[in-house]
């Protein structure tokens, strides 16, 4: 079975940091690309961060230069190093593993930014 396990959200300050990890079996986890996605009350769900099988990476507008995605092929988890965050980054965050037509994903871990 497929499981995509997540942990480290919490509640944390504004301008504090978080690091997401997401630990993945039941896949061949590097053949996967990886992402991270995230859902505010009232919005959309949106992309935040991705990571491809071979290393390239992308993020959402507002998370550049304070987020950084990385994985592990070792581990098969991949991370969201979160710095500098701010209360609109409040959100459910779920982890996803795509490969051509199969899709994955995490159960979501809440991430409260606030004083």
């Known amino acids: 079975q497929v499981q995509l396990v997540e942990s480290g959200g919490g509640l944390v300050q504004p301008g504090g940091s978080l690091r997401l990890s997401c630990a993945a079996s039941?896949?061949?986890?590097?053949?996967?690309?990886m992402a991270w996605y995230r859902q505010a009350p009232g919005k959309e769900r949106e992309l935040v961060a991705a990571?491809?099988?071979?290393?390239?990476?992308n993020y959402v507008d507002s998370a550049k230069g304070r987020f950084t995605v990385s994985r592990d092929n070792v581990k098969n988890t991949v991370y969201l190093q979160m710095n500098s965050l701010k209360p609109e980054d409040t959100a459910v965050y779920y982890c996803?593993?795509?490969?051509?037509?199969?899709?994955?994903w995490g159960q979501g871990t809440l991430v409260t930014v606030s004083s």
């Open positions: 996803n593993a795509a490969r051509r037509i199969s899709r994955y």
């Open positions: 039941g896949i061949i986890f590097s053949f996967h690309d």
């Open positions: 990571i491809t099988s071979d290393g390239r990476s």
